[in-house]
């Protein structure tokens, strides 16, 4: 029986953004066409294609201090069990060893069973929460947050400076930076629901006053990742109606190189960390 070579490991463009994204929704993800441009214009994505069609991805995002993220992890359907997803995180991973990256992901159950034989070692937990909304919305809460200030917080609770990233989802169309209290958040479109992320807080009663305040000046369903060893604020969310959706665990491979002053209450998503 003659050997068939596998099909090769390729770079992706920006022109790869439709084709990604019909992947992710096919995998049923949050993910927009602006965000697929955020990993092909500022990362490196790696795909795997069946003729022309692009049927399996993995991006890695650089971030500041020799970190980088590890995400995008998708195969189609109809070439599942054959590797690819492999393949494609080893190319990850090289390509951050080339580099002396330290690479951190956000892992399912499944995932994680996978990434820990590899090296990936846990970090933090996460819970996605989803809020179904149908209520008329009132006024958005009055704020004068800035994207300063949430990147500056970012960096006190991340260790890394994102703010390219940052910039990126505040800019879009429909995306705000709400604060009070000492809390601080970014509201994103997503796909099919919008998505609250990062979110920081002096405290679990000041982060869900904010949650609370962003929910009445929405219409649309809510996505959330909640830290999960901020049991106050995940208590407080249930009670407000938030049904947890899955859990993600936090993983590195490599050493860690910075650490943060304070712990979010929620993250920018799994896809950024």
Known sequence: MAVTDPPPILKLGVDDALAGLALSTEAHWNQTEDDWRIFLRDGI?????DGVRLVATAALLPYSGGNAWISMVLVSGTHRRRGLATRLVDA???????NGLTS????TPDGAAVYGPLG???TLQLRRLKLTKLARAEAPP???????????????ATGFDRTTLLSALAQRYNSRIVAANGGIALVRCGRTARHI???FADDAAAALALVDAIVR???????????????AFLEGLTAASWTTERPFQRMRFGPATVRGDEMPFAVAGPEFG
């Not at 009055?142 to 006190?156: G, K």
């Not at 000046?217 to 049991?231: I, M, N, W, Y």
């Open 142 to 156: 009055s704020s004068s947050a800035t994207l300063d200030a949430l990147r500056a917080r970012d960096q006190r």
């Open 104 to 107: 951190w992901l956000d892992a």
């Open 120 to 122: 990936f070692t846990p």
């Open 197 to 199: 992320g990062p979110l």
């Open 45 to 49: 994505v790696f795909g795997i294609r």
């Open 92 to 98: 990850c991973l090289e390509t951050a060893r080339q």
């Open 217 to 231: 000046s929405e219409t649309s369903p809510l996505l959330l990742d909640a830290v999960a060893s901020q049991a």
